[in-house]
């Protein structure tokens, strides 16, 4: 038997991730702040850097918790989306969450926003669209629906660190691809 590097685009992302935390923890501490997260609307200004960011925020997280909790699910559903939509439909899937959590973040919030919950929430609701047909709603779908985006919903009235409308914006996003058939199962690579 041998390893194989199995799912291209989320491996790469994984490692990424990972080297990021690791740069800022023991090489270049404030890295994520600078380079990987994207500031709220009274800290943007229209620079490279925040330019930068609203595309980069998704690999800096804040420690090693908030990447792996991030991680065990983007490694779990991840490689099944990539095998299913292919990996260019991956990435662009990625991008646009990264565009559009980003960007949602500067518009409406003051707060700044790292991590890539966003993607997760993108995977966890366009996975239930894998195996369906066009012209019907999959009960797997209602029910990620109800129980991930549901839980952000009541979650966002409280007060945390956690961006649950990054969540609910990339879940919406996931569902979009889900409905518009991005990549329709065609494994393109």
């Known amino acids: 038997m041998r390893l194989k590097y199995n799912s291209p685009v989320i491996l790469t992302f994984t490692f990424i991730s990972a080297a990021v935390v690791a740069l800022n923890q023991f090489l270049f501490p404030g890295i994520i702040n600078t380079w990987f997260s994207v500031p709220g609307h009274g800290d943007f200004h229209f ?5 930068v960011n609203i595309f ?10 908030h990447l792996v909790s991030n991680f065990s699910i983007i490694l779990l559903v991840g490689p099944m989306l990539e095998m299913h939509y292919g990996s260019k439909d991956m990435i662009l899937m990625m ?21 890539a919950s966003g993607i997760v929430f ?21 029910l990620v629906l109800f129980l991930y985006l549901g839980q952000q919903v009541l979650e966002a ?5 956690v961006s649950q409308f990054a969540h609910i914006a990339g879940g919406v996003i996931g569902s ?10 065609k494994n393109s690579e």
């Open 47 to 51: 620079g490279i850097r925040n330019i």
């Open 56 to 65: 980069t925020h998704v690999v800096g997280h804040a420690d090693w918790v």
């Open 95 to 115: 991008i646009i969450t990264s565009l559009a959590t980003g960007l949602l973040n500067v518009i409406l919030f003051s707060t700044g926003l790292c991590g």
């Open 122 to 142: 993108m995977m966890i609701l366009l996975s239930s669209f894998t195996n369906f047909k066009k012209g019907e709603i999959p009960l797997t779908f209602i």
């Open 157 to 161: 009235f409280q007060d945390d660190n």
């Open 176 to 185: 979009l691809f889900g409905f518009l058939g991005r990549g329709e199962g």
